[in-house]
């Protein structure tokens, strides 16, 4: 179990250590601290996401987990701090980064199809080229025959299916993922999380994922970092290596994933009344 | 409705009235409503007549070119008023205020300014089409959905792009709404208009018969122009019942 799970109290030191053990990010998260008024949602947060990887951000809700998706994202400002992809500053929404909306966000107005190559739609590709792209990917989050189909016309696991197509059709570098399973029923959000993992291992882009259910980031996760309340900052990193090559059925029975599962629950037991 | 167990078709009360109308205009009671079969007859006779036809065509002028002012000009001043805090500011206090003022007031302040003719009848019925049609898209604007805002932004849509392939559409149903509202109420604008101007249209045409007392001719416009308002109402019902089939669901 030594060397799996790496404590990482916030330090000069620390941060040194990690960003020497992993130098190839893709994402780096800089002292970042936002405020929204009086309420400090991030302080002085620092993490790096190893390209490549999975990583989940982890913990219980209000504790800034989308604030700091969406400052990645560059759909807010930090309040001070810096974010940095591929060594540039985000200033803004690039190209480089898309973003899976928790409530899936589809135009309710517009096929599958449509939806899936909106994306493309705005960075002006030609209608024929964007939806032979857009018909790939929903091949391959498994919508074949709904192309046409309304969002209103499929189930909460479908709809964001076709957000997940819609991400991965731009073909950004950097997933974002916003608590995406969580309006989804139970057996389908299982089904989604192996075919998270078999994406993660075949899309070679960097996923950036937010969750509060504990088994489901060891579940998926290279890395986990593990948020505490208000100001929001990260606690730990767990980098789960043990299984990650195994069979994605046995998996939740591996011993190393039951260890992990109950060592997060034990030091966010404390921060659930 | 059922009677005696048969299904009667919508409206037929409608039939009940009409007698009623028909019963009352044959007692002879008052000059001022003659028998409804008299008007009927009366409005198949002066349907195609040169001055009907040009009544129809001048009102239809003015009525189209207030509702499109209104649209062209109402829809985006909506959206960008939903959309830009400061310009809301400086405009919301305007459009409450011309919303419910006693725009039939303003009439003859128009006729000051614009003269008595076209310009002053497409001015009125603007004025009372857009404050509604404004209201409405800004309240259709604030309600969507601050996600897909920011599904726009971070697939980097363009401000064009975001507004009509955005915006536009998620606003669309209470838009519809704010348009039905303001055509009918351009319906009454445009009559108004006319009766306070009177020189054209059915203002004239209101104008002649009632100082002539031709009581059947004058029922007979009066009848055609709320079968008009009414289908146009109906229409637009219509449309935004299947426009409201995709806002329901999102
Ligand atoms: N727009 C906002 N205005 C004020 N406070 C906000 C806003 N957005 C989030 N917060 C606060 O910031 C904290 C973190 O929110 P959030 O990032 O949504 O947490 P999480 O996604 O982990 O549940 C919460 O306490 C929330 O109340
Ligand atoms: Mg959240």
């Known amino acids: 179990m030594k060397g799996i799970i790496v404590a990482m109290p916030q330090t000069e030191a620390t ?33 790096e996401f190893p390209r490549g990887q999975l990583t989940s951000l982890l913990g219980p809700s209000g504790c800034g987990k989308t604030t700091l998706l969406k400052i990645i994202a560059g759909l807010l400002q930090p309040t001070s701090g810096r974010i940095e992809v591929n060594g540039a500053e985000v200033e803004g929404p690039g190209p480089d980064r898309a973003f ?40 391959d ?21 076709v957000g997940l197509a819609r991400a991965l059709s731009v073909d950004a570098q950097v997933l974002l993922l916003d608590e995406p399973f969580s309006a989804v029923d139970e057996q389908t959000r299982r089904k989604f999380q192996e075919d998270l993992l078999s994406l993660v291992k075949h899309e070679n882009k960097t996923f950036i994922f937010v969750t509060h259910s504990i088994e489901e980031a060891v579940y998926v996760s290279d890395q986990i970092a593990i948020l505490l309340p208000r100001p929001s900052r990260v606690s730990e990193i767990i980098r789960p290596t043990g299984f990650r090559h195994k069979d994605v059925d046995s998996i939740r029975r591996d011993p190393e994933y039951l260890d992990i599962v109950d060592q997060i629950w034990a030091s966010l037991r404390s921060y659930v009344e | ?3 005696f167990g048969y299904r009667l078709p919508a409206m037929s009360s409608l039939l009940v009235w009409g007698l009623l109308w028909e019963i009352i205009g044959r007692l002879g009671l008052t000059f001022f409503i003659p028998p409804l079969s008299e008007v009927i007859g009366t409005l198949f006779e002066i349907i195609g007549t040169p001055a009907f036809l040009k009544a129809l065509s001048e009102t239809s002028y003015a009525f189209f070119s207030g509702v499109t002012i209104s649209i062209v000009v109402g829809i985006p001043v909506g ?110 604008g445009v009559i108004i208009g006319q009766l306070l101007i009177s020189i054209v249209g059915f203002g004239a045409l209101f104008e002649l018969y009632s100082s002539n007392f031709l009581m059947s001719h004058f029922w007979a416009v009066l009848i055609v122009l709320f079968a008009l308002a009414f289908s146009i109402s109906e229409l637009l019902a219509y449309l935004e019942r299947r426009v409201a089939y995709y806002a329901a669901k999102r």
């Open chain 1, 15 to 47: 941060m040194k250590k990690q960003t020497s053990a992993a130098p190839d990010s893709a994402v780096s998260v800089r002292n970042v601290s936002k405020n929204y008024g009086t309420v400090e949602a991030l302080k002085n947060l620092s993490l």
């Open chain 1, 100 to 139: 899976v909306f928790q409530d899936f966000a589809l135009l309710p107005w517009a096929s599958v199809i449509r939806n899936v190559a909106f994306g493309l739609e705005l960075r002006g590709v030609a209608k024929s080229e964007r939806e032979s792209i857009a018909e790939r990917y929903i091949r």
């Open chain 1, 141 to 161: 989050v498994g919508l074949t025959g709904f192309e046409h189909s309304y969002p209103h016309e499929l189930s909460g696991g479908m709809r964001q299916r």
């Open chain 2, 1 to 3: 409705m059922t009677v």
């Open chain 2, 79 to 188: 959206i960008l008023m939903g959309k830009s805090r400061l310009l809301d500011e400086l405009l919301l206090p305007w459009v409450n205020i011309f919303l419910s003022a006693p725009l039939t007031a303003l009439v003859p302040v128009l006729m000051v300014l614009f003269g008595f003719g076209m310009t002053s009848i497409i001015i009125t019925t603007t004025l009372f089409a857009i404050w509604i049609i404004i209201l409405n898209a800004r309240a259709g604007v604030m309600q969507i959905n601050r996600s897909l805002v920011e599904m726009g932004r971070s697939f980097g849509a363009s401000p064009l792009d975001a507004f009509f392939k955005i915006y536009l559409w998620a606003a669309l149903p209470e838009i519809l709404g704010g348009v039905r509202i303001g055509i009918i109420r351009a319906v009454k």
